[in-house]
């Protein structure tokens, strides 16, 4: 049971736009939410969070998104870089008692066109 | 910064062998994880440790033991390989118990199993 989901395997963006990258989830006691970005032969790093407490944190050309009534999330890169191309993973914090460990989504491939 | 050092980037092993896979980090952390990355299913947690000694199953501990004896490394065991174990694994660490505590990641070990 898939408890953080990416539905969009793949994004394909011109450079300069801006990329959208959507995850939903089902659990609402989730009281954290994390991007993490991964090139390949690489570990992921971490990009950007929120808590749940929020509906935006924003940094430099990261934003994310989180409108908690639909269970959803949204990381907005703008303006998109070529450096930018890489698997981006939606990730949650599913543990009141805060052992540090993240549930993760599919992932979403994103290609930024010079 | 934070270094997570997985010892192999990769690694060959038949099917039926006992394969050890060690990680080692330098900042102290007291959580450490071990996850796989599968194409279409994500990062999926294989076990965790929050302290020395001390373990926990995630969500695919089977196949799968850890070892924590010191406080920096954290050692995923497959007691015996199998094919549906090929994959890429990832070592992670954090040192917090909230929520948007970043895990940091080592590179990756890609296992094939033949």
């Known amino acids: 049971d898939q408890q953080v989901k990416q539905n969009s395997p793949s994004l394909s963006v011109q450079e300069g736009r801006i990329s959208i990258l959507n995850c939903d989830y089902t659990?609402?006691?989730?009281?954290?939410f994390l991007w993490y970005k991964k090139y390949p032969a690489e570990g992921p790093t971490f990009l950007i969070s929120?808590?749940?407490?929020?509906d935006k944190n924003e940094d430099g050309r990261f934003t994310v998104f989180l409108n908690k009534s639909a269970k959803h999330l949204s990381l907005h890169i703008v303006p998109s870089q070529p450096g930018d191309s890489a698997v981006y993973f939606c990730?949650?914090?599913?543990?009141?008692?805060?052992?540090?460990?993240?549930?993760f989504g599919q992932g979403t491939t994103l290609q930024v066109k010079p | 910064d934070v270094k997570v050092t997985q010892s192999s980037r990769y690694l060959v092993k038949r099917t039926g062998e006992k394969v050890f896979l060690e990680c080692v980090q330098d900042?102290?952390?007291?959580?450490m994880f071990w996850y796989r990355q599968d194409p279409g299913l994500g990062l999926r947690l294989i076990y965790f440790?929050?302290?020395?000694?001390?373990?926990e199953k995630g969500d695919i501990p089977e196949g799968y033991s850890v070892s924590r004896e010191k406080k920096e490394r954290f050692s995923l065991i497959l007691e015996s390989a199998s094919t549906n174990q090929t994959s890429m694994y990832l070592c992670?660490?954090?040192?917090?118990?909230?929520?948007?505590?970043?895990?940091?990641f080592g590179n990756g070990t890609r296992l094939t199993v033949t």
């Open positions: 992670a660490s954090n040192n917090s118990g909230r929520g948007d505590s970043p895990l940091h």
């Open positions: 990730a949650a914090s599913p543990d009141p008692s805060n052992t540090g460990k993240l549930i």
């Open positions: 929120i808590s749940s407490i929020k």
């Open positions: 440790s929050y302290d020395v000694k001390m373990k």
């Open positions: 900042m102290d952390h007291e959580n």
């Open positions: 659990n609402s006691m989730f009281d954290y």
